[in-house]
Structures are given as C-alpha cells and as structure tokens.
C-alpha cells in the first residue's frame, strides 16, 4: 500500500510538471505613441515599470507597479516632449527631471532638464533620448544618451540612469533602454493577470509539497490545470491545501508552544537576492553591489506592505527588524537627549479585519552601546555607536540588534496586511529594515 501511494505521488508531481507550461506570464497590451494621453511605461527587457523609489524615494526607478505619465508637446520644437508623472509619494503630478550625472527623479516642479524625445523602434517599442531645450542634459552634449537601467555589475540595479549610450556599453544587453506604453486600462488588466499567473504558481508549488505528503489533493489539482481558473478560485485551493499541510501542525500551537510560519506566509522576508519581490507600495533601496541584503528608505515617506492571504485563524505576532534615525546623526542625537517619543514617525503595522495595530519603529539608538561593534560603517554619536550605512546596518542586525519591533493581530478571514510606513520626513531621516517573521500562537489571545 506505502509503495503504491508513493507510485502515485510521484505520478501526481509528474502531472503537476507536465502543466507548468499551461500557466504563461502574461502579456502586456502595447500602444503607440500620442501626446496629450496617459501612459505607463514598461522597461521591455527588464519586465518592470517606471516608478518611483530607491534615494528619498522619488528617484526614477522600475518596479512591478508603476506612475501614470503625461507626454506633452513642446510648441517651438513638435518631436520634444515634457513628462510628467504621477507620484504616489508626493500625492500630486510632477515632472521627471535629470540632475547630477545623469540621475533622475520624478518630483520635479520647474527645473530645466525635462525634456526628451520620443524615438519609435518598431514593434510599439521606443527609446527616451534627453533632448533640447535642457540647457546640460541633451543630444548636443551627451549624443546618443538614453534613458534605462544599467545592468553592469548588478543585475538586480532598479535605479535609472539618463546617460547610457550604446557605443559606451560595455557587454551585449548592458543597457536595458527599450520602452512599451500602455493605456491605463491595459496596465490594470496585466496587474490583475500577474496577480492571477504569481497565484497559481504558489498553488502548484503547495500542490507539489501536498503530493510529496501523501495528502488527497485532487480537487485543488483541478484547479490549477484549469488556465481559466479566476483568483477566488485559486486562493481558495491554495486556503484548502494550506490547511491539509499545517493544520495538524497548528492544532497545538499556544503562547507555551507558538509556531513560525514566516517562510508559509510571507514572501521574500529576508531579502537574501537583494530583491523587492513580494513587496508593495513604496520602493524601498537595496545593495547588491555590497551585498547586504536589507533594505531602506531615505529621506522620504513611504507605505510598504505585503498581503498575506489564507491565514488560519487565530493570533499572530508579526515582528521585523529595524531602526529609524530621526534626521542626521547629530539632530537625532538631540531628539535622543530631549525625548524622542514626538518624533519616531516611522511605524510598523498589520492590518486585518478592518483594524490595524501599530508600534514606533524602534529608535537608531535603541540597538546602540557605548562600545563599538566593530564593524564597517559604524560611527560615533554622543555616548553611542550607531550603524551608518546598510552593511553596518547588516552587522547590526546579525548582531541580533533592533529585534523590538513587534505587533499582535487576531486574524479572521484568513487576510492579514504586514508593513511598514511613514508620512512625516525629517530632514536626512532614514530607516533600515530586514529578517521578517510571523508566528502563530494559536486561537486563544497570548499574554505577550
């Protein structure tokens, strides 16, 4: 009997492979060019869009969801247009403009360097090239500059740069500078596909741990291979395998015996690829270069979260680790001196049934001694030695500092948002965040 449910685990698991295929990432419906209308740009060999995020939060960068643009006309010169963007961090529509070295950022109000031109490749495809009228940043003194991301000596880079030319580059698809448009309508209709396509990925790798376990997954197996499944369905199935991998796992959880299910739940909550997947919102910075495998946010608000989904019910205690530093170093030093309970702006926060729980992020001071640790990046501030920069943040955080960061939810309905955010900046603010966790204390209400 044990060989013969083996037998047909492995033939399910073989079924599951043979069906990957009928899950495809979705296509993103293109458009041609037309100024005066609202696009989104998609960076086509990147697979991201414009947005915001990295340095204050409001430099040009790609990621998974994107700002809505305006393209239009400059009267004295018809092939040269203005930009401008709709940035979620500012709340208003803006112009993208280029600055030092060729960085760009999205907050613009009047500055110069803000036009471009809009170059057809065939295909739907275009090229950004800076343009004149900008009195620095144009063909005439940087000929052939483009706008895209440089892949060179770090692929997982979302910052964008103004200055790639391609007689400059230095490798075959270095510079990622080919641009789609698409309509606002068909930007919602792919974000609701890639929701769909990421969804029934995480069913069929559930599936296959179930199959592993000799669990009766047949019902759920239907629907994965149906391609036309809808996300109710999906998350359904995935609720319905869940509960038949860990739900005997749980029964026993309590405050005595809880239970960590970060790696069920939440993805990417370590940050080991140096890489935003799974994350929402706001586009937090990371180092591949360095390798620290955190993230931050500097000199900006922000709202980052990710959704949880097809949670047993009972009561979880999200934790994350992490600091805010309430301006620069010597003006957090006086905000230390005098109290800083009236600035700790940043905050943690879970959202489910309606309500949400919060909790000052913890203070850059809270994790500090007056011995240093040691490490690259640290420095002295008053009486305390502080982090300054993300691999002494790293040190910091392997050094088992800033674990303070903790709130208890009561979930429900099996949804449960975890996040952090911001919406009053001081001057040079920065936090620094990283190592995720959710554990599961069961039904009955710990005394934490």
Same mark, same amino acid.
């Given at each position: 009997?044990?060989?013969?449910?083996?037998?047909?685990?492995?033939?399910?698991?073989?079924?599951?492979?043979?069906?990957?295929?009928?899950?495809?990432?979705?296509?993103?419906?293109?458009?041609?060019?037309?100024?005066?209308?609202?696009?989104?740009?998609?960076?086509?060999?990147?697979?991201?869009?414009?947005?915001?995020?990295?340095?204050?939060?409001?430099?040009?960068?790609?990621?998974?969801?994107?700002?809505?643009?305006?393209?239009?006309?400059?009267?004295?010169?018809?092939?040269?247009?203005?930009?401008?963007?709709?940035?979620?961090?500012?709340?208003?529509?803006?112009?993208?403009?280029?600055?030092?070295?060729?960085?760009?950022?999205?907050?613009?109000?009047?500055?110069?360097?803000?036009?471009?031109?809009?170059?057809?490749?065939?295909?739907?495809?275009?090229?950004?090239?800076?343009?004149?009228?900008?009195?620095?940043?144009?063909?005439?003194?940087?000929?052939?500059?483009?706008?895209?991301?440089?892949?060179?000596?770090?692929?997982?880079?979302?910052?964008?740069?103004?200055?790639?030319?391609?007689?400059?580059?230095?490798?075959?698809?270095?510079?990622?500078?080919?641009?789609?448009?698409?309509?606002?309508?068909?930007?919602?209709?792919?974000?609701?596909?890639?929701?769909?396509?990421?969804?029934?990925?995480?069913?069929?790798?559930?599936?296959?741990?179930?199959?592993?376990?000799?669990?009766?997954?047949?019902?759920?197996?239907?629907?994965?291979?149906?391609?036309?499944?809808?996300?109710?369905?999906?998350?359904?199935?995935?609720?319905?395998?869940?509960?038949?991998?860990?739900?005997?796992?749980?029964?026993?959880?309590?405050?005595?015996?809880?239970?960590?299910?970060?790696?069920?739940?939440?993805?990417?909550?370590?940050?080991?690829?140096?890489?935003?997947?799974?994350?929402?919102?706001?586009?937090?910075?990371?180092?591949?270069?360095?390798?620290?495998?955190?993230?931050?946010?500097?000199?900006?608000?922000?709202?980052?979260?990710?959704?949880?989904?097809?949670?047993?019910?009972?009561?979880?205690?999200?934790?994350?680790?992490?600091?805010?530093?309430?301006?620069?170093?010597?003006?957090?030093?006086?905000?230390?001196?005098?109290?800083?309970?009236?600035?700790?702006?940043?905050?943690?926060?879970?959202?489910?049934?309606?309500?949400?729980?919060?909790?000052?992020?913890?203070?850059?001071?809270?994790?500090?001694?007056?011995?240093?640790?040691?490490?690259?990046?640290?420095?002295?501030?008053?009486?305390?030695?502080?982090?300054?920069?993300?691999?002494?943040?790293?040190?910091?955080?392997?050094?088992? &500092?800033?674990?303070?960061?903790?709130?208890?939810?009561?979930?429900?309905?099996?949804?449960? &948002?975890?996040?952090?955010?911001?919406?009053?900046?001081? &001057? &040079?603010?920065?936090?620094?965040?990283?190592?995720?966790?959710?554990?599961?204390?069961?039904?009955?209400?710990?005394?934490?």
């Amino acid at each position: 009997m044990k060989r013969t449910l083996l037998l047909c685990a492995a033939g399910l698991l073989a079924h599951i492979g043979s069906h990957a295929q009928g899950w495809e990432y979705p296509r993103l419906e293109t458009s041609e060019f037309a100024a005066g209308q609202e696009f989104y740009l998609y960076n086509v060999h990147a697979g991201k869009f414009y947005t915001e995020g990295n340095a204050y939060g409001t430099q040009g960068s790609l990621g998974s969801t994107g700002l809505k643009c305006r393209f239009e006309e400059n009267p004295e010169a018809p092939s040269v247009v203005s930009i401008s963007n709709y940035s979620v961090a500012k709340g208003e529509w803006m112009t993208p403009y280029i600055t030092t070295n060729g960085a760009l950022y999205v907050d613009g109000i009047s500055q110069a360097d803000r036009y471009w031109q809009v170059v057809p490749q065939g295909d739907n495809t275009y090229k950004l090239m800076m343009s004149s009228p900008n009195p620095v940043y144009n063909q005439e003194n940087y000929p052939g500059a483009l706008l895209g991301l440089d892949t060179f000596e770090d692929s997982t880079r979302t910052v964008l740069a103004c200055l790639l030319m391609e007689a400059e580059e230095p490798g075959e698809g270095v510079y990622q500078t080919d641009w789609y448009l698409a309509t606002p309508e068909a930007y919602k209709k792919f974000q609701t596909d890639v929701e769909t396509y990421k969804t029934a990925l995480s069913l069929g790798e559930l599936l296959k741990e179930a199959i592993s376990a000799e669990k009766d997954v047949e019902e759920e197996q239907a629907v994965y291979d149906n391609t036309a499944s809808t996300m109710d369905e999906l998350n359904a199935a995935i609720g319905s395998v869940t509960e038949k991998l860990i739900g005997g796992s749980l029964e026993d959880a309590s405050e005595d015996h809880p239970v960590d299910v970060t790696d069920l739940f939440i993805t990417n909550p370590t940050y080991d690829t140096n890489s935003n997947e799974g994350w929402s919102g706001s586009v937090p910075g990371l180092n591949a270069a360095a390798n620290a495998q955190n993230a931050e946010f500097f000199y900006t608000d922000f709202d980052y979260y990710q959704d949880l989904k097809n949670l047993p019910e009972g009561y979880y205690l999200v934790s994350l680790q992490g600091f805010y530093r309430a301006g620069l170093p010597a003006e957090a030093l006086t905000h230390k001196q005098e109290g800083e309970d009236g600035v700790m702006y940043a905050e943690l926060y879970a959202t489910t049934g309606g309500s949400t729980s919060t909790t000052p992020l913890q203070s850059i001071f809270d994790g500090a001694t007056a011995e240093p640790l040691g490490t690259e990046g640290e420095i002295r501030n008053g009486d305390y030695y502080t982090p300054d920069g993300m691999t002494a943040a790293a040190a910091y955080f392997a050094a088992g &500092r800033y674990e303070g960061n903790q709130v208890l939810v009561h979930v429900t309905d099996g949804q449960l &948002r975890i996040g952090i955010r911001k919406n009053t900046t001081i &001057r &040079r603010d920065w936090v620094m965040f990283d190592n995720w966790s959710l554990t599961y204390y069961g039904t009955e209400k710990p005394n934490l």
